[in-house]
């Protein structure tokens, strides 16, 4: 009865494997090496067992410390965007104004000033820019035109006439890469070092030091290394889907979004590639005239 009492109550291997072990461990001498047996052999067990746990927790910390770690570089990294208040109001930015300025970064000018600072990206040629410059001069409009390395290379006659006629060019960057995932001073540098070059051996004269982010995508990181270059970084506060040029934007909703979301000190973000914005700048820059509105510089901004 001894025998089946510890078999019930240590082992619990039921009636049936209670049984067979008796049958064939009725010596106590060799019950208690088997005994002694299952008992490191459960510890072993045991210690394995919590060593997977272990491992297990620990795969799980640092996969959370990883994600951490990506949410916190992804949140450190914006995209430029702007909400809009009442009509004719400015609108609000990712970031304030007085944030910027820390790093010598603007994207408005004086609420109370009825003045539109005209900008243009310009990625590549394809035939608008003409016809953009054309409205410029007659309405002796000035604009600043960021350009990427392509666009120097590939049309130096047209920024050679953005400088004759008195107008300011910027660096958009050689590549336009997602500059908020650059994180080496010294590959930042080179983008801008390289459309500065460039812009040199092509019009003979120095380029602005006027920066706007591609894509308008920018980290805190992007903007210190921009103004430790001696940047200003131009944002804007007024911008429509123009650069799609297989769905470009018909005469009436350029019109409606430009003229219904203007606003004193508005700095605007065209593309050089619209057809739309070749085509009706002239009536766009006579329709903000009779507004009220005068055309500045956005050397104007820069405090």
């Given at each position: 009865?001894?025998?089946?009492?510890?078999f019930?109550?240590?082992?619990?291997?039921?009636?049936?494997g209670?049984?067979m072990?008796k049958?064939?461990?009725k010596n106590g001498?060799?019950?208690?090496v088997?005994l002694?047996?299952m008992?490191?052999l459960?510890?072993?067990?045991?210690?394995?067992a919590f060593?997977?746990?272990?491992?297990r927790?620990?795969?799980?910390?640092?996969?959370?410390?990883?994600?951490?770690?990506n949410?916190?570089?992804?949140?450190s990294?914006?995209n430029?965007?702007?909400?809009f208040g009442?009509?004719?109001?400015?609108?609000?930015?990712?970031?304030?104004?007085?944030?910027?300025?820390?790093y010598?970064?603007?994207?408005?000018g004086?609420?109370g000033?009825?003045?539109?600072?005209l900008?243009f990206?310009?990625?590549?040629?394809?035939?608008?820019?003409?016809?953009?410059?054309?409205?410029l001069k007659?309405?002796?409009?000035?604009?600043?035109?960021?350009?990427?390395?392509h666009?120097?290379?590939?049309?130096?006659?047209?920024?050679k006439?953005m400088?004759?006629?008195?107008?300011?060019?910027?660096?958009?960057?050689?590549?336009?890469?997602?500059?908020s995932?650059?994180?080496?001073p010294?590959v930042?540098?080179?983008?801008?070092?390289?459309?500065?070059?460039?812009?040199q051996?092509t019009t003979g004269?120095e380029?602005?030091?006027?920066?706007?982010?591609?894509?308008?995508k920018?980290?805190?990181?992007?903007?210190?290394?921009?103004?430790?270059?001696?940047?200003?970084?131009?944002f804007?506060?007024?911008?429509?889907?123009?650069?799609?040029?297989?769905?470009?934007?018909s005469?009436?909703?350029?019109?409606?979004?430009?003229t219904?979301?203007?606003?004193p000190?508005?700095?605007?973000?065209l593309?050089n590639?619209?057809?739309?914005?070749?085509?009706?700048?002239?009536?766009l820059?006579t329709k903000?005239e009779?507004?009220?509105?005068?055309?500045?510089?956005?050397?104007?901004?820069?405090q």
């Amino acid at each position: 009865m001894w025998e089946q009492s510890i078999f019930t109550k240590v082992w619990e291997f039921g009636k049936d494997g209670a049984a067979m072990v008796k049958k064939h461990y009725k010596n106590g001498l060799m019950l208690g090496v088997f005994l002694l047996a299952m008992f490191f052999l459960g510890r072993s067990i045991g210690a394995i067992a919590f060593g997977l746990h272990l491992q297990r927790e620990m795969s799980i910390r640092e996969t959370a410390g990883s994600a951490l770690e990506n949410t916190q570089a992804l949140l450190s990294a914006e995209n430029w965007g702007l909400g809009f208040g009442s009509e004719g109001t400015q609108p609000s930015g990712t970031a304030s104004s007085d944030k910027l300025k820390e790093y010598n970064a603007y994207y408005v000018g004086d609420a109370g000033e009825k003045k539109i600072y005209l900008t243009f990206d310009c990625g590549y040629e394809n035939g608008n820019t003409s016809q953009i410059l054309d409205a410029l001069k007659k309405h002796d409009a000035p604009a600043t035109f960021f350009v990427v390395g392509h666009f120097l290379e590939s049309a130096p006659e047209m920024v050679k006439r953005m400088v004759e006629e008195g107008h300011t060019v910027g660096n958009h960057t050689y590549h336009h890469y997602d500059m908020s995932k650059i994180s080496d001073p010294a590959v930042f540098q080179k983008e801008m070092d390289d459309v500065r070059t460039l812009f040199q051996e092509t019009t003979g004269t120095e380029m602005a030091m006027y920066y706007r982010p591609p894509q308008g995508k920018y980290s805190e990181t992007n903007l210190q290394m921009a103004k430790d270059l001696g940047y200003a970084t131009f944002f804007w506060s007024l911008a429509y889907v123009d650069w799609n040029v297989d769905a470009q934007p018909s005469h009436e909703e350029a019109f409606s979004k430009l003229t219904g979301r203007i606003h004193p000190g508005a700095v605007v973000l065209l593309h050089n590639t619209s057809k739309t914005n070749g085509e009706i700048l002239d009536e766009l820059l006579t329709k903000w005239e009779e507004m009220g509105y005068t055309f500045g510089k956005l050397e104007e901004l820069v405090q």
